[in-house]
């Protein structure tokens, strides 16, 4: 029985099936954690939705901003960009059982192995102010209103910048959105934990005054490994405490996936070279 941790896939299902070949998946045995961006622009967005549904719970996937950006566009809040590849899910007559399955899914995850070890799963960060269970509390209260009848209120407030910081005061949609931003879509934030949105570069070409989330002082999830995804410009981070996969799948990179044995020491990294699905950024 092997755990794994599976990068951003971005619709890429062709290098997800030799991936998955190449560790020998089996998903009566295995499990494969799938760290956000799930879809968008690679060209088979829809074959990786079915893909992961049909391997049952053996697939345990989290949401990534694309994902998120998927079900606005589902519900008319946003239109597609021109670099969307979106449109075989939005059509599709299976369309309403594919975008309710991923609605279902989580922000945040929690894998605790025999030894009882935690290794916690996010798509891009976790704001230094929150520990392990405050993350996975604030994951849910956006996978609630995920799951609501009201999602399409809920997806129309979701997107902007603001606010920057965390407050243990917000409330509505200031405080969903915060926490939406932090899960799905940080990189870098101030020393006093703003977070940025304006840079994508890798930490070592930082702009003066930002730091990776991972290297803020006080982070109070330090002790707990975190493996998460979305910097595809900062590529693999293999550190003991973090472990970084979005290795450029859908830019010409590599999907990339951290085995793990009995232990979170205990680690192979197996990867697939990808062919370019997007012009570089």
């Known amino acids: 029985m092997s755990m794994y941790c599976i990068g951003d896939i971005q619709g890429c299902d062709e290098a997800l099936g030799r991936l998955i070949e190449e560790v020998d998946f089996s998903p009566s045995r295995d499990t494969l954690y799938l760290l956000g961006d799930l879809v968008n622009r690679g060209p088979q967005s829809l074959q990786v939705l079915r893909r992961c549904i049909a391997l049952g719970d053996a697939v345990r996937p989290l949401l990534g901003n694309h994902d998120l950006h998927l079900l606005a566009a589902a519900h008319g809040v946003r239109p597609p960009g021109k670099r969307d590849t979106l449109q075989g899910i939005l059509q599709a007559p299976d369309r309403a ?28 960060g976790v704001l230094p102010a929150w520990d392990v269970d405050q993350t996975l509390a604030l994951a849910s209260e956006v996978e609630a209103a995920l799951r609501s009848d009201d999602l399409p209120s809920f997806l129309a407030t979701m997107y902007g910048n603001a606010p920057a910081a965390w407050s243990d005061g917000l409330e509505g949609a200031d405080r969903l959105r915060v926490i939406v931003n932090a899960l799905t879509r940080m990189r870098f934030c101030t020393p006093e934990g703003r977070m940025d949105f304006d840079s994508s570069d890798s930490a070592s070409e930082a702009s003066a005054g930002l730091l990776p989330w991972y290297d803020l002082q006080g982070r109070r999830t330090a002790d707990t490994p975190i493996a998460f995804g979305h910097w595809s410009t900062q590529g693999l981070v293999a550190r003991h405490d973090l472990i970084g996969l979005d290795t450029g799948c859908v830019w010409g990179g590599c999907l990339s996936a951290m085995r793990f044995g009995d232990s979170l020491a205990e680690r192979e990294l197996i990867q697939v070279h990808c062919e370019q699905q997007q012009p570089t950024k």
């Open 97 to 124: 059982a594919l975008l309710d399955w991923l609605r279902r899914q989580p922000l945040a995850r929690l894998h605790t192995t025999a030894a009882g070890e935690r290794l916690l799963m996010v798509h891009a």
